[in-house]
């Protein structure tokens, strides 16, 4: 059974991952292509980063992976 302490260890790693991996992430979208450039039906001014994402996803999955107690793995 996973405590308030777990939980909140979870998202604690859960946000410093997303915190600075996030950055990262939106200096190699350019490089890496993955930019969405404004036209006439968009909403945004400017070119716009597409990974924002995989930032999410990634510091979603490490504060899983950090969260599963040594004994069941």
Do not use: N, Q
Not at 15 to 28: A, C, E, N, R
Not at 57 to 64: E, Q
């Amino acid at each position: 059974m996973h405590t308030r302490w777990d939980i909140l260890g979870t998202f604690v790693i859960s946000l410093m991952v997303s915190y600075g991996f996030t950055p990262l992430v939106i200096k190699m979208a350019p490089i890496l292509g993955y930019i969405d450039h404004p036209e006439d039906k968009k909403a945004h001014l400017r070119a716009t980063p597409l990974l924002g994402g995989v930032a999410i996803f990634f510091a979603i999955l490490m504060g899983a992976v950090f969260s599963v107690p040594y004994s069941d793995v």
